[in-house]
Nanobody, 124 residues
Framework: QVQLVESGGGLVTAGGSLRLSCAAS????????MGWFRQAPGKEREFVAA????????YMLESVKGRFTISRDIAKNTVYLQMNILKPEDTAVYYC?????????????????WGQGTQVTVSS
């Protein structure tokens, strides 16, 4: 059974940091590209970051460059999103997703599996 389980969300004040984790199971993690998306109330799901199978190639949403970092630990079947200098506009439910194949994907429809999401709230 495929599972993507996010953790690490919470409430933080502006300028603070959070580290999201996504534990994957039930599929060959090393053969999947991974991504993070977010969805704020009343808005569409938005791409945040993606990483290829090896971890060597990454792609970030322009507005989070320099603040967020995506990484993966193949031995632990886990992908991370380190979020620094958080802003109120980063408030959303953050989702982890997996796309079969090795290359980076940025569109939700290119992803095969999704987690349930974790809430991130940034207060001003």
């Amino acid at each position: 059974q495929v599972q993507l389980v996010e953790s690490g969300g919470g409430l933080v004040t502006a300028g603070g940091s959070l580290r999201l984790s996504c534990a994957a199971s039930g599929f060959s993690f090393g053969y999947f590209a991974m991504g993070w998306f977010r969805q704020a109330p009343g808005k569409e799901r938005e791409f945040v970051a993606a990483i290829d199978w090896s971890g060597g190639n990454k792609y970030m949403l322009e507005s989070v460059k320099g603040r967020f970092t995506i990484s993966r630990d193949i031995a632990k079947n886990t992908v991370y999103l380190q979020m620094n200098i958080l802003k109120p506009e980063d408030t959303a439910v953050y989702y982890c997703a997996a796309a079969e194949g090795t290359g980076i994907r940025a569109r939700p429809r290119e992803y095969d599996f999704w987690g349930q999401g974790t809430q991130v709230t940034v207060s001003s």
